[in-house]
């Protein structure tokens, strides 16, 4: 079946710290990958997505993601982050436009 | 662009009540999907319709459920018969046919059942 998960539930970091959070899926054949972001109180956002081409994604607000073929991996990584960049991370999996599969969300707190 | 809308954005019902949705896509989005969140957890499918079609249903959606999009442009999301169960939020998003098919989401609806 396919399936999405995501590696850590809560993280929470320091102002300037850098962020990786992780993300894997279990799909055969071709797959789009995002990662979805949703601040408090706010509707979920893109924050990027892959569909093909360079492995290496760049998405709003300096975050980017790689993936990765060999580990089914799709890692969220930002270099710096800020007190505004805490929300909650979604990774999500589809094929040919159809139906999103969901992790269970990467709650983040960045402490100021 | 406007955003995707759902109404209402807040549903407070008793066990056994009938509960209506609606959601508003994206003007030139095609397509439509339903979507059910709850604490702790991702978005999890239950329907998408392209145009007026509905293409695909997960077996989440039991025979209570029934969605609607009958002239391709809003959707309807009825449940019948509502359980403390039913308790979530239910998320609408769109995206177009062609191209890359990025869906956006909207803010959602949250029923209570009590």
């Known amino acids: 079946a396919q399936s999405v998960s995501q590696h850590n539930h809560h993280v929470i970091l320091s102002e300037a710290a850098s962020l990786e959070l992780g993300c894997n899926y279990s799909?055969?054949?071709?797959?789009?990958l995002f990662w979805y972001v949703q601040y408090p109180g706010q509707h979920l956002q893109l924050l990027l997505k892959?569909?093909?081409?360079?492995?290496l994604v760049k998405g709003i607000k300096g975050f980017e993601a790689e993936f990765i073929k060999s580990k089914f991996s799709f890692n969220l990584r930002k270099p710096s982050v800020q007190w505004s960049d805490t929300a909650e991370y979604f990774c999500?999996?589809?094929?040919?436009?159809?139906?999103?599969?969901f992790g269970a969300g990467t709650i983040l707190r960045v402490k100021s | 662009d406007t955003g995707v809308s759902q109404d209402p954005r807040h549903k407070i019902t008793k066990r056994g009540q009938n509960v209506t949705f609606r959601c508003d896509p994206i003007?030139?989005?095609?397509?439509l999907y339903w979507y059910r969140q709850t604490l702790g957890q991702g978005p999890e499918f239950l329907t998408y319709?392209?145009?007026?079609?509905?293409?695909?249903k997960s077996r989440l959606l039991s025979d209570r459920f029934s969605a609607e999009r009958p002239k391709g442009s809003f959707s309807t999301l009825e449940i019948q018969r509502t359980e403390q169960g039913d308790s979530a939020m239910y998320l609408c998003?769109?995206?177009?046919?062609?191209?890359?098919?990025?869906?956006?989401f909207g803010p959602g609806t949250r029923l209570t059942v009590t």
């Open positions: 998003a769109s995206s177009r046919q062609l191209g890359h098919y990025e869906q956006y």
């Open positions: 799909y055969g054949g071709t797959v789009n």
């Open positions: 892959y569909f093909s081409g360079d492995p």
């Open positions: 999500a999996a589809s094929q040919y436009g159809n139906k999103l599969v």
């Open positions: 003007s030139e989005h095609n397509r």
């Open positions: 319709f392209q145009n007026e079609a509905q293409l695909e």
